[in-house]
């Protein structure tokens, strides 16, 4: 471990916080640091821990590591230190400019000024708030690459001193993709917000074309007032749904395959979010002008006409079904939010395997259901109706439940004794050994016939 790291920096109007804070995770890591800077009267006394000095007695004082805490268009002004800095570590901390990967790197551009240097890419991809706060209470990742067996394995070894894991990305080649890394938003989350907005996008304009735009163009009912809230909120819980399919879909497929040839984190928050934002607005729905008029319009008519005791049992089927789809519904919600929880890293890696795998996939599995019981108690009878179908279209939420349901079904046949138990097999490596039967005449050894009956039991 080198007794001393030199920080070099330049001073500019917005820098100065990483080499600060970098400063202060090697000393509080027990490693002795030398601060230096082109111009060292400009620097208020206390941003260090130490006096800063100026780069070249900083440079001199540095065993074998110097951190290039800089922007790379200053890397000219080191040129002048060759000597100082030559068979010394030189970790370049800079990120890309812009996402472009095919040129080269900085930390290439720094190699080919400083040949005789070991130049070695690493702890860009740490914020600053990740070295004040310790490595525990951020990512622990180090992305590093270098040339150099040697120098990599120094910054490696002072990484994991530090409090981070280290993680060898290979040849100095591999910076250009670690640069432009820290530039990258969301990048896993691309795919699925594509998937979520295309779904809701599909549901959103069917639910208008069968509920607002052809009733308008037929009969000249004007309903595109529900546009701002009804149909939102007709489209977020199918989405809703489609996507808590989809997530377990590609496992159920998986297995559908190793029976027949014998060999999901942030669509689950998307869900999440279409379920949540379902439910508001369903607590919404009774603040609406429409729907207190509507309330209103029927209390005066059943004021106006008798009501015959008789209809009460159709009010008491009504009763039951609001009471199991609203239940069903809040139950659902639940479980997707303990989903939701459970797949942030901070509490994912709390739990084992096992614990992972039981709330991600048991758990999962009964918030399907739910919102399959959900959807059906909502719908009730009204899909055998001819009403339910204008303009021969059917409602939104049976579109949407076609694919959940087989999904489930399809759950169901793998929960089977004989196929879940070859299943396991499978997935534990057995894999289906064909036996050969081979005729042997009658003065055939016995050692080979050993063999053959060994082969067979292996088979059976």
């Not at 268009?73 to 230190?81: D, N």
């Not at 002008?289 to 009010?315: D, G």
Request: with cysteine; charged share 15%.
């Amino acid at each position: 471990m080198p007794e001393f790291c030199s920080v070099p920096i330049r001073l500019t109007p917005c820098s100065g916080d990483f080499a600060r804070s970098l400063a202060l995770r090697l000393v509080a890591s027990g490693v002795q640091v030398v601060v230096g800077s082109h111009c060292v009267n400009r620097i208020p006394s206390g941003l260090f821990p130490d006096a800063v000095e100026n780069q070249e007695w900083a440079v001199s004082q540095a065993v074998c590591l110097v951190f290039m805490a800089l922007f790379p268009e200053h890397y000219c002004s080191l040129l002048g230190l060759q000597s100082a800095l030559e068979r010394k570590v030189l970790v370049d901390v800079s990120n890309a400019a812009e996402m472009n990967i095919h040129r080269l790197s900085n930390a290439e551009q720094l190699a080919e000024l400083f040949p005789n240097c070991l130049v070695v890419k690493g702890f860009n991809t740490v914020s600053t708030w990740e070295l004040q706060t310790g490595a525990h209470d951020g990512s622990r990742q180090v992305l590093i690459c270098s040339n150099s067996t040697e120098g990599k394995k120094k910054v490696v070894q002072l990484a994991r001193q530090m409090g981070f894991h280290p993680v060898d990305m290979g040849g100095l080649s591999a910076a250009r993709e670690i640069e432009v890394a820290p530039l990258r938003l969301l990048p896993s989350w691309s795919g699925p917000v594509v998937v979520t907005f295309l779904l809701f996008l599909f549901f959103y304009g069917y639910g208008f074309l069968r509920g607002i735009l052809l009733p308008f163009l037929a009969q000249g009912h004007n309903a595109f007032y529900r546009l701002a809230l009804d149909l939102l909120n007709e489209s977020l819980p199918v989405v809703a749904l489609v996507i808590l399919a989809l997530v377990y879909f590609p496992g159920l497929f998986a297995a559908w395959l190793q029976l027949w040839s014998g060999t999901k984190k942030q669509l689950g928050l998307l869900r999440f979010l279409c379920a949540a934002l379902h439910g508001v607005y369903s607590l919404c729905l009774p603040l609406r002008r429409i729907t207190l008029r509507s309330i209103v319009n029927t209390a005066y008519k059943q004021c106006w006409v008798w009501v015959s005791f008789l209809y009460w049992p159709y009010y008491e089927l009504g009763v039951w079904r609001s009471e199991l789809y609203l239940s069903c519904g809040v139950l659902g919600l639940g479980v997707l939010s303990l989903l939701a929880v459970t797949s942030l890293p901070s509490v994912g890696n709390t739990l084992n395997w096992r614990e992972f795998m039981f709330v991600q996939t048991g758990l999962g599995y009964i918030a399907l259901t739910l919102s399959i019981m959900h959807t059906f108690f909502f719908g009730w009878d009204f899909a055998f109706h001819i009403e339910a179908y204008p303009f021969y279209m059917p409602p939104s939420y049976l579109v949407a439940v076609v694919l959940p349901w087989i999904v489930l079904v399809c759950r169901c046949f793998l929960l089977h004794p004989c196929i879940f138990t070859r299943l396991t097999r499978i997935r534990r490596g057995w894999e289906t050994i064909i036996s050969v039967m081979f005729l042997y005449p009658s003065h055939t050894p016995m050692h080979r016939l050993k063999t053959q009956v060994c082969i067979t039991q292996l088979s059976a």
